[in-house]
């Protein structure tokens, strides 16, 4: 289970990355944008070669210490947590049309199980630092109080 799937994806490699690249491009995203075209390219492949050890291995060990690498990182140099979830979703959803335009239908779920529990795992363990760091970083919280307005506040 999933040698297809690997050997799928090794060998379009290329193509993902162009295309999740594509896509990543046309959300404009600031910080991804002034990181430039050849860094942004290396990023994507991390992450890709990250989703394909995880799947050849059968352990997210890795892709999810990757990710919260990923989240450090990001949340240090300013980056909003959805420009970075952007570049995950961007080479998740570029996998699925590779897989849709490539494999059979019936490669399809296995495939499709495959890649979206690694990016999945990877995408949870991103959020979850992030929302961590941002957290310990005394991020303003919203004043809430204006939403109990006419309730009766208890001590």
């Given at each position: 289970m999933g040698v297809e799937t690997a050997q799928f994806l090794t060998q379009e490699r290329e193509a993902i990355v162009d295309a999740?690249?594509?896509?990543?491009e046309r959300t404009h995203a600031r910080h991804y944008e002034s990181a430039g075209a050849r860094e942004?390219?290396?990023?994507?492949?991390?992450?890709?070669?990250?989703m394909l050890d995880a799947l050849r291995?059968?352990?997210?060990?890795?892709?999810?210490?990757f990710a919260e690498?990923?989240?450090d990182e990001r949340f240090n140099a300013g980056y909003d947590l959805s420009e970075v979830q952007a570049a995950f979703n961007a080479l998740e959803e570029a996998t699925w049309s590779g897989i849709f335009a490539e494999l059979q239908p019936v490669q399809f779920a296995e495939a499709l199980g495959l890649?979206?529990?690694?990016?999945?795992?990877?995408?949870d363990a991103l959020a979850r630092n992030y929302v961590s760091l941002a957290t310990n970083a005394r991020a303003p919280s919203l004043d809430l109080q204006a939403l109990f307005a006419g309730t009766e506040r208890s001590v």
């Open positions: 999740a690249e594509a896509a990543l942004v390219r290396q990023r994507l492949e991390a992450l890709f070669d990250h291995s059968r352990d997210l060990g890795p892709m999810v210490s690498r990923v989240a890649v979206s529990t690694i990016l999945g795992a990877a995408k």
